[in-house]
């Protein structure tokens, strides 16, 4: 259903009930204390960067980007270097993310529109059944209106933002969504631009925050930066305007992502606030993360920056660039500031780490491994075997990667490239015809993960709620 009311801002006040401050005056403790004797388990702020780069942090080696909120978390937790995505690209990313399954055994294995299904476990799920409220605002991607795979039916209370990942390349949208209503966005005066959707989207996650009081909070928070708008050119990389580097002599389209994504830390930093101003902050637990590497759309060239860091690849690539990708742990009093961690995780492990670090319980069927040790200052209990990727984007490709060696195979009958990370992370140097043992290893691991999909079947069509034009 379509609501006739102008503003999604109407929505977003519906988060603002102070219950909190009203529990405070009554009982004059502090409603963080009380909230921590009632229930110990950590809050729990999960948020995902779309197409940043490893190498677009001031934390992981960017000099000209400035990104302070996001660097200083790095600075008092902890810092991953050989973290990786789910895959290549957004939707099935997030798929392996969710639902603790890589690429090779989840639900949705490319952009293609497949939803979720019952079957599938998720994160909000699994946190939900033992007492948390959840909230899941930005993009979503992972099933539409009138499907299964709608946040709201994926473990998620409260949902806002875009539903399909097409919608979210338009940052002044016409309409977001709320749980399954669709609301309009106020126009500008002039019928130009009107509000920009990460702005609303850092009014309702600090929103959430001041409501969750009686419950632990699960909040996914997904913002479209630093993704480009594909349908408008090079005058993709969007924001209000003219941005902090109006004055850089740098192409238009680098100066709009540079903005981008210190608008994107400016959101990191309003969301760590509004933890201090709860007094949530040693309570909670913060994921800062990205779907994937760096994108070369909208007259972006991601050389530019560096924004791959030291790696070969970018986005739909399956080389490190594509796939490694920045991962900051932040919680005050639990985590050691100033610690760097190099331990291989990927997207699948976050399922199985969030739940113990919650007490839940969750499927033992999965590809991910809790890695919560590590954010101990502990080695993992369990480490991978082996990670592995798949891409459906343009052509089918697979990654392995074991005891530091990485397997990239570009295509069906295409020979396994290898490449030995610790002394070539670039990937310059293919020594697969030196090494067949461990080509045939990483072969026997890409047999055993790649696994037969069949989408699900009677699902609703998929709505179109994008401004007429685009595609």
């Known amino acids: 259903m379509r609501s006739s009311r102008p503003r999604v801002a109407i929505v977003l006040a519906l988060f603002a009930v102070f219950t909190a401050s009203l529990l405070a005056q009554q009982s004059g403790i502090p409603a963080s204390i009380q909230r921590r004797r009632a229930n110990p388990r950590p809050n729990i702020v999960l948020i995902v960067a779309d197409d940043l780069g490893w190498g677009d942090v001031g934390a992981y080696g960017q000099d000209r980007i400035r990104t302070p909120n996001i660097d200083r978390m790095a600075r008092e937790g902890m810092k991953f270097t050989a973290a990786y995505a789910g895959t290549t690209v957004c939707a099935p990313s997030r798929c392996a993310l969710m639902t603790g399954r890589h690429s090779g055994h989840g639900r949705i294995r490319s952009n293609v529109q497949v939803p979720l299904v019952p079957d599938d476990v998720t994160i909000a799920e699994t946190l939900r059944a033992v007492g948390y409220k959840t909230f899941a605002i930005g993009k979503w991607a992972m099933g539409w209106e009138g499907t299964t795979g709608h ?47 990460p702005d609303l989207f850092t009014i309702g996650a600090t929103n959430a925050i001041r409501i969750s009081v009686e419950k632990p909070f699960f909040l996914y928070l997904a913002p479209t930066l630093p993704h480009a708008n594909n349908e408008r050119g090079t005058n993709g990389m969007e924001h209000p305007g003219p941005g902090r580097y109006a004055a850089e002599p740098w192409p238009l389209p680098e100066r709009g992502k540079a903005e981008m994504i210190s608008r994107l830390d400016d959101m990191v930093g309003k969301v760590l606030d509004a933890l201090r101003t709860r007094q949530l902050e040693r309570d909670t637990l913060v994921l800062f993360t990205s779907d994937n590497g760096p994108h070369a759309e909208s007259g972006v060239d991601p050389s530019f920056h560096r924004s791959s860091g030291p790696f070969r690849g970018i986005k739909r690539d399956l080389y490190e660039g594509g796939i490694r990708v920045p991962l900051v742990a932040w919680a005050p009093g639990k985590i050691a500031p100033g610690t760097t961690n190099a331990t291989p995780v990927a997207f699948w492990d976050f399922l199985p780490t969030l739940a113990e670090i919650a007490r839940a319980p969750y499927p033992k069927d999965l590809d991910g491994v809790s890695f919560a040790q590590l954010l101990r200052g502990q080695p993992m209990a369990k480490p991978h075997e082996y990670l592995y990727w ?82």
């Open 151 to 197: 946040p709201n039916r994926q473990g998620f209370d409260e949902f806002l933002g875009f539903l399909e990942q097409l919608d979210a390349h338009n940052y002044f949208p016409p309409r977001l969504w709320r749980n399954g209503e669709a609301f309009d966005l106020q126009a500008s005066a002039n019928g130009g631009r009107g509000e920009y959707a």
């Open 390 to 471: 798949e891409v459906h984007e343009k052509l089918y490709g697979q990654a392995v990667l074991a005891d530091g060696w990485k397997g990239v195979r570009l295509g069906p009958g295409q020979p396994l490239e290898l490449y030995e990370l610790s002394v070539d992370p670039g990937e310059t140097n293919n020594v697969a015809a030196a090494h067949a043992d461990v080509v045939g290893k990483l072969d026997g691991f890409i047999r055993a993960a790649a696994n037969p999909f069949v989408a699900p079947t009677n699902q609703a069509p998929r709505p179109v709620w994008m401004a007429p034009g685009t595609k």
